[in-house]
C-alpha cells in the first residue's frame, strides 16, 4: 500500500488537495461525494494507523474538535462511517497567521490586537470545556478574508475529562520552542495558563516583529527561557505602549502563578487596555546580560582584585625595607 494521494478516495470523500504534510499525517482539500460540500481530512501516515497510542491520541482529538463549538475554532465534522482512521473538518477559506507575518512582520496595533481577542474568545470556551490546546502558534491559527480567525490542530491538546496518554515515540517535551511555556520545557503537563503564555507570544510578535528570546537555536531558546526574563518590547520598539507593555509581560512571565489566572482575565485586558496600569515586571526593564558574558567577567573581576592585593603587598614590603623605613616605624 502507499501513502494517499489527492485523487484518491476514502470513502464518500475524494481528496482534490494536499494543504499540508506533517510527520504524522497528511491534510487535504476534499469533496464530499455525496453533500458536495468542500471539507478538510486529515490522514494519518500509513506507519501509525496501527499503533494503539496513536490512534487513542487521534480519537482524542477527534472528540475534541466534535465537542468544541465555537467560530474561532475549527469544528470537526462527524462522517456517516468511517473505513479506515482519518478526520473530517470544516474547509476555511484562508491562510496561516504566519503566512501574514512573513510578509509584512509587525501588524498594526488594531488587527493584532483583533487577532489575540479573539484567540482569548475561542480558549475561554475550550477551558470551560476542560481542553489546554498547549500548542498555540501562528502556524496554527488561521485568518479568513474577513479577518476572523479559527484556532487548528489539537494534536497534543490536554483534555482534563479524559484518561492520561503517554506516547514513546514522542519527546517529553512537547510543543514549539519560540511559543511553548517554560514549564512544558520541564515535563510538565501545563495548564491554562500554559495558553496564556502562547497567547502573550503571538501578541508579542505581531505588534514588534520579534520574539523575546533570540537566541540562535531551539535548545538554547527553550534554555533561557527556564532562566532569564524576556527583553520587554519596547527593547525592540522604542516608545511602546506602556499600558500593552504590561499586558504582553504579564501574559509570558516564567511562573505561571504571575501570569492572568485565566484566558478571561486576559481577553478583559486586551479589550480595554488603556484602563490598564502601566507597571515593570521583575527583570524586564532591561535586558539581561548572558551568562556566558558574566563568567568571564567574573573571573576577571577575581584576577584584577588579586592582582591589586599582591601590588598594595609589594608595595608595603618595599617601604618597610626602604632606608628611612624603619626609623618611621621606630
Known amino acids: 500500500m502507499r501513502e494517499d494521494a489527492v485523487g484518491d478516495k476514502v470513502d464518500q470523500y475524494e481528496l482534490t488537495d494536499l494543504l499540508a504534510r506533517s510527520g504524522m499525517a497528511s491534510i487535504f482539500k476534499a469533496v464530499d461525494t455525496k453533500s458536495r460540500a ?71 496595533t488594531d488587527q493584532a490586537l483583533a487577532i489575540a481577542r479573539q484567540v482569548c474568545e475561542a480558549l475561554v470556551v475550550m477551558h470551560g470545556n476542560g481542553v489546554v490546546h498547549r500548542d498555540l502558534k501562528p502556524e496554527n491559527v488561521l485568518l479568513t478574508e474577513t479577518g476572523q480567525i479559527k484556532i487548528i490542530d489539537f494534536g497534543i491538546a490536554l483534555d482534563e475529562s479524559a484518561r492520561r496518554l503517554t506516547w514513546a515515540g514522542l519527546s517529553s517535551t ?107 515586571f521583575e527583570g524586564s526593564s532591561r535586558p539581561r546580560m548572558s551568562r556566558r558574558f558574566v563568567v568571564p567577567l567574573v573571573v576577571l573581576a577575581i584576577f584584577a582584585g588579586l592582582g591589586t592585593l599582591i601590588w598594595l603587598s609589594s608595595r608595603s614590603d618595599k617601604r618597610r625595607h626602604a632606608p628611612g623605613g624603619i626609623q618611621r616605624q621606630q
Open 174 to 280: 512537547i510543543g514549539t520552542p519560540d511559543y511553548m511555556a517554560p514549564e512544558q520545557i520541564g515535563g510538565r503537563r501545563g495548564d491554562f495558563r500554559t495558553d496564556v503564555y502562547s497567547v502573550g507570544m503571538m501578541l508579542y510578535e505581531m505588534l514588534t516583529g520579534n520574539l523575546p528570546f533570540t537566541e540562535a537555536n531551539a535548545q538554547a531558546i527553550m534554555r533561557a527561557k527556564t532562566i532569564e526574563d524576556p527583553k520587554p518590547p519596547s527593547y525592540f520598539v522604542p516608545g511602546f505602549d506602556p499600558a500593552l507593555e504590561t499586558i504582553i509581560l504579564r501574559a509570558i512571565q516564567r511562573r505561571p502563578r504571575d501570569r492572568y489566572d485565566s484566558a478571561k482575565e486576559l481577553l478583559a485586558d486586551l479589550r480595554n487596555p488603556s484602563a490598564v496600569q502601566p507597571r515593570t
Open 38 to 108: 468542500t471539507v478538510v481530512l486529515k490522514i494519518p501516515h500509513m506507519q501509525f494507523e496501527s499503533d494503539v497510542v496513536f490512534f487513542e491520541r487521534f480519537k482524542r482529538e477527534e472528540e475534541i474538535g466534535q465537542r468544541l463549538n465555537h467560530p474561532n475554532i475549527v469544528k470537526v465534522l462527524t462522517p456517516p462511517a468511517k473505513s479506515r482512521m482519518y478526520m473530517v473538518m470544516e474547509y476555511c477559506e484562508g491562510r496561516p497567521l504566519r503566512a501574514l507575518l512573513s510578509e509584512r512582520k509587525a501588524l498594526p
